[in-house]
């Protein structure tokens, strides 16, 4: 694999993971079997998402879990139908640090095939579930070969379900299977001290004028690239949760929940948003 090459993509990306309530990584959650029978709060959390994104007239890509789409078609309509883009974020939400490498290409492979079925449309985009690409070289790799053209699951910290800390958040572009492969790494602001992340359960936690601040800073820091994400659970205050959690567990999903649908509309509002999609081909000069 040839040698990576940053690249100048100075747009603001928002990111939606298209995952139920329940499909929290790192914890015991309910078996597949039982998932059917769970109240699902998807659709209500997703369709908020759309309307603040309308408001400011911001596009995001969201990825999306394949059982989700299964479950919900008519949403992946919905989300497509008002211009935003569908990503793939494999199909049961499992780590892929947990699976060989078979068992990782029948996942995607099954999600990005249903995805493409519903909107009449390729995927090219990919994010792991919990950003667990620890072998993150070899990943490009399988998803090269899969037909992705870009993925985004490098989170340029420490995580419990992984983190890729030998990256910055610069977006770059890579030769993988006789093809140009792109990544758009989660933002994390960095000092010499600390790193912290600026999407998901961080932002819930940090307080807004803070969080303006990094995003700011890290804006300066990375030509202007700015990518945030977060999970239709998390603009939904009063869903159901999961209560066998452990309690530093249990205070990381769920605090600040009540009130973060406030801040995602602040946030959304600093900029302008893009598809991910978009922008590489503008990027290379050709058309959707």
Avoid at 174 to 192: L, Q
Avoid at 203 to 212: A, E, M
């Amino acid at each position: 694999m040839n040698q990576i090459n940053y690249i100048d993509i100075p747009y603001t990306f928002i990111t939606v993971d298209v995952e139920d309530w329940f499909h929290i990584l790192n914890t015991n959650i309910p078996p597949y079997d039982q998932w059917d029978d769970l109240p699902s709060i998807v659709e209500k959390g997703t369709h908020k998402i759309l309307d603040l994104l309308d408001e400011n007239n911001s596009k995001a890509t969201f990825f999306v879990l394949g059982w989700i789409a299964e479950k919900h078609p008519s949403l992946i309509k919905e989300i497509d139908r008002r211009g935003h883009e569908i990503g793939c974020h494999g199909y049961y939400h499992k780590e892929l640090n947990k699976l060989n490498d078979e068992e990782i290409s029948h996942d995607i492979l099954k999600s990005k095939t249903l995805l493409e079925q519903i909107i009449g449309k390729e995927v090219i985009g990919y994010r792991a579930p919990g950003f667990s690409s620890h072998d993150y070289l070899h990943l490009i790799d399988i998803l090269s070969e899969i037909g992705f053209n870009y993925d985004a699951s490098v989170f340029p910290a420490k995580r419990e379900t992984g983190g890729n800390s030998q990256f910055t958040s610069c977006p770059f572009s890579i030769e993988s299977k006789n093809k140009k492969f792109y990544e758009f790494p989660i933002s994390v602001y960095k000092n010499r001290f600390f790193r912290i992340p600026i999407g998901g359960g961080f932002s819930r936690i940090i307080p807004l004028f803070v969080q303006k601040h990094l995003i700011n800073q890290t804006k300066k820091k990375n030509n202007n690239y700015f990518m945030f994400y977060f999970h239709p659970r998390e603009v939904i205050g009063d869903h159901p949760r999961l209560h066998n959690l452990k309690v530093n567990k249990y205070i990381k999903t769920y605090i600040g929940v009540r009130n973060f649908h406030k801040k995602v509309r602040k946030i959304v509002k600093i900029d302008k948003s893009r598809t991910i999609s978009e922008v590489i081909y503008n990027y290379e000069g050709r058309s959707i």
